[in-house]
C-alpha cells in the first residue's frame, strides 16, 4: 500500500521505473514461480474485468499459474494463494509495480485515487464482490490490497 500511495503522490513516477521493469521481467521465468516451461502471459487485470490488451496489463507467467489465477486480479489471487499477509508482501515486485501503474491510469481519471476509508466503506463494501474474501481474512471494512482490486473493477464498469 505504501508504494501506491507514492505513486497516488508522485513520489515515484511509472517512467522513472519503466526500463528498470524491462531489464527485470525475464520471459524465461514465470514471475510468480519461476518455472521455465510452459510459459504464457498473464493478464493482471483479466479481460474478463476489462483489463487492456497491452504490455502494461501483462507477464509471463507459466500454465499452472496462469490457470490458478484465472479470472482473478493480482491482489485477489495472491489473497486466495498466500491470506493477506501474501497480498501485503509477497506478490512478486514486477508484477506488483506494472499493476500499480496500471491502476494509477485506471482510477486516476474518475476521481477514485482521491478516496477516503469512508468513500470505499460506503460506496464499495456493501455491494464489492470481493466481500466474502475479505470476511475469510478479517479485513472486512478495512484497507487492503482486495480494495484496489475492487476499486480497479468498478472503475472498469464504469
Known amino acids: 500500500m505504501d508504494r501506491f500511495s ?20 525475464d520471459p524465461s521465468h514465470c514471475i510468480y514461480c519461476g518455472e ?9 487485470i ?11 496489463n501483462s507477464v509471463w507467467v507459466c500454465s499452472s499459474c496462469n490457470s490458478s489465477k484465472g479470472p482473478r486480479a493480482l491482489y ?10 501474501g497480498a501485503k508482501y509477497d506478490v512478486p515486485r514486477i508484477a506488483e509495480g506494472k499493476y500499480l501503474k496500471l491502476l494509477q ?5 474518475g476521481g477514485y485515487l482521491e478516496w477516503t476509508q469512508k468513500d470505499l466503506n460506503g460506496r464499495l463494501c456493501p455491494s464489492c464482490r470481493l466481500h466474502p474474501v475479505c470476511v475469510s481474512q478479517s479485513s ?3 484497507l487492503s490490497p ?11 464498469l464504469s
Open 46 to 56: 483479466p479481460r474478463s474485468m476489462g483489463g487492456p490488451e497491452d504490455e502494461k
Open 76 to 85: 485477489e489471487y495472491w489473497t486466495r494463494k498466500a491470506g493477506m499477509r
Open 105 to 109: 491510469e485506471i482510477l486516476a481519471p
Open 6 to 25: 507514492k505513486l497516488r503522490s508522485g513520489e515515484i513516477a511509472w517512467d522513472t521505473t519503466r526500463e528498470y521493469v524491462k531489464e527485470r521481467e
Open 140 to 142: 472486512e471494512g478495512k
Open 146 to 156: 482486495l480494495c484496489l482490486d475492487a476499486v480497479a473493477g468498478l472503475a472498469l
Open 36 to 44: 521455465s516451461r510452459a510459459l504464457t502471459r498473464d493478464h493482471l
